[in-house]
């Protein structure tokens, strides 16, 4: 069963950083890339970052030289650091598993998260 649960999301004033943070089930976390993607009130889905088991990644351009995807293998963790955040950044953010890299950044993906909302003041 596919199971993911975020956590650190919150306000923050632009420019400023936040880290979120994503638990996976042991069958998820070995089995599907995992990631990030976001949505906005009245906004497409948008994915945001990437990462597979061979630890490569892929960001959206939007948040390219911002935002970091790592992973904690001995935990099932998924982490989003965030930095520079902008007001354009706010959105619900969800943890995901997808069968790859491209799928994830389309947000093509199987199974999500609950989210966890960010909001980003000027």
């Known amino acids: 069963q596919v199971q993911l649960t975020e956590s650190g999301g919150g306000s923050v004033q632009a420019g400023g950083s936040l880290r979120l943070s994503c638990v996976a089930s042991?069958?998820?976390?070995?089995?599907?890339?995992l990631g990030w993607f976001r949505q906005a009130p009245q906004k497409e889905r948008e994915g945001v970052a990437a990462?597979?088991?061979?630890?490569?990644?892929r960001y959206a351009e939007s948040v390219k030289g911002r935002f970091t995807i790592s992973q904690e293998n001995a935990k099932n963790l998924l982490y989003l650091e965030m930095n520079s955040l902008k007001p354009s950044d706010t959105a619900m953010y969800y943890c995901?598993?997808?069968?790859?890299?491209?799928?994830?950044?389309?947000?093509?993906?199987?199974?999500w998260g609950q989210g966890t909302q960010v909001t980003v003041s000027s």
């Open positions: 042991d069958s998820t976390y070995n089995k599907y890339c």
């Open positions: 995901a598993a997808g069968p790859s890299l491209a799928a994830i950044l389309v947000a093509r993906v199987g199974a």
């Open positions: 990462i597979c088991s061979d630890g490569s990644t």
